[in-house]
């Protein structure tokens, strides 16, 4: 085990690169991972990172990968279902609570399911199964699985619409293309806008993989659309966003999935995208390392193999630029480190060539 760790260490310096560009540099921190999906960053400097075939591991404040962690939830990894979101407790310094999101089930019946567990060292203990979407369903695609807080304590969750499963979206008795708000023992929190549908927060999404909220508590998310359409909203508790009565996109096969765009009482996106870029990780910029990008939205993209940076000004995308192009590789997630520096998943596998296996890099300024 020790010789593992010693050369997953020399890997990860072997493999760091610092090419300088537009103010910037990318060093690679971890290579040889299976997919990874999310990053979280912990008091002490060490990261987790989830891998989607059901594997959480701590990367350590001197880049070694540490083995897979023990206590992991039985996750269902099929399609484009797996462990999702790993999010530490907002008191995490004290707690050691971890809060997850994955697929659980079978190829019958599963749903987006979270979970909270206590770290130690190299298990979790103490595991709890907190939310389950209801009602289950038989396809492994459009999960959402996205994990985030509220200014308020609350936790919020993003749903998909499960593809078959698809008008489901635009009704309140189910939990099919929805955001969801929970206190953290998973109850539902009060306040949430439907009496009737307590867990609901917002309806009517396609797969949102996308969730970020800003220093002031406004809530972005986005979504993949089918054939173009891909969405930036802002989330509003009891809003509904539309699909697929309403949608930017056409199916797959060429097909109208809606003649309409917008609807009474339905919310329009502040971005689209069409043709799809298939957007993944969702961060708003907030650090110090890079102050002119301080408020602005970073959007990872599979489709282009880059990060799009949007500009909001009073709530309105008045700029878009493309970055990080030259890794060159689909791009999973995008988050902030508490030092302001910029971290990247790729999205590879572990038995993949070096170039295209599952990496952690960190963007910082140029020299």
Same mark, same amino acid.
């Given at each position: 085990m020790q010789f593992l760790r010693r050369l997953a260490l020399l890997m990860a310096f072997a493999a760091a690169s610092a090419h300088a560009s537009n103010g910037y540099q990318i060093q690679t921190i971890a290579t040889g991972l299976d997919f990874p999906w999310n990053i979280a960053f912990l008091p002490d400097g060490d990261r987790l990172v989830t891998e989607l075939g059901g594997q959480l591991r701590r990367i350590s404040a001197d880049n070694t990968i540490g083995p897979p962690i023990e206590g992991i939830p039985p996750v269902y990894y099929a399609g484009q279902g797996g462990f999702f979101d790993v999010l530490p407790d907002p008191d995490f310094a004290n707690n050691q609570l971890l809060y997850l999101s994955f697929s659980a089930g079978d190829k019958a019946s599963n749903a987006t399911t979270v979970a909270r567990a206590r770290l130690s060292e190299d298990s979790l203990e103490d595991l709890t199964v907190l939310f389950s979407a209801s009602p289950k369903k038989s396809t492994a695609v459009h999960y959402g699985g996205r994990l985030a807080w509220l200014p308020d304590?609350?936790?919020?969750?993003?749903?998909?619409d499960g593809w078959e499963y698809r008008e489901l979206s635009q009704g309140l008795n189910t939990h099919f293309g929805k955001t969801i708000r929970m206190n953290k023992d998973g109850s539902p929190a009060q306040g949430n806008p439907f009496p009737n549908a307590p867990y609901v927060w917002t309806y009517g999404h396609r797969n949102p993989q996308g969730l970020a909220v800003s220093e002031g508590g406004v809530v972005y998310a986005h979504e993949h659309g089918p054939r173009g359409g891909d969405e930036v909203n802002v989330l509003v508790p009891g809003n509904n966003y539309g699909w697929p009565a309403i949608t930017y996109g056409i199916d797959y096969n060429g097909a109208y999935v809606s003649p309409f765009t917008e609807a009474p009482g339905m919310q329009q996106p502040i971005h689209v995208w069409t043709p799809s870029?298939? &957007? +993944?990780?969702?961060?708003?910029?907030?650090?110090?390392?890079? &102050?002119?990008?301080?408020?602005?939205?970073?959007v990872s993209a599979l489709v282009d193999n880059e990060v799009r940076r949007l500009d909001i000004k009073d709530g309105k995308v008045v700029e878009e630029e493309a970055l990080f192009a030259?890794?060159?590789?689909?791009?999973?997630?995008?988050?902030?480190? &508490?030092?302001? +520096?910029?971290?990247l998943l790729t999205d590879g596998r572990?038995? +993949?060539?070096? +170039?295209?296996?599952?990496?952690?890099l960190r963007v910082v300024p140029g020299s």
């Open positions: 304590g609350t936790l919020l969750l993003t749903t998909g870029i298939a &957007p +993944s990780g969702l961060m708003i910029y907030e650090g110090d390392l890079f &102050p002119e990008w301080r408020g602005d939205l970073f030259e890794v060159a590789t689909r791009l999973r997630e995008i988050r902030q480190a &508490p030092d302001g +520096s910029i971290y572990a038995d +993949s060539a070096e +170039s295209n296996a599952g990496q952690v």
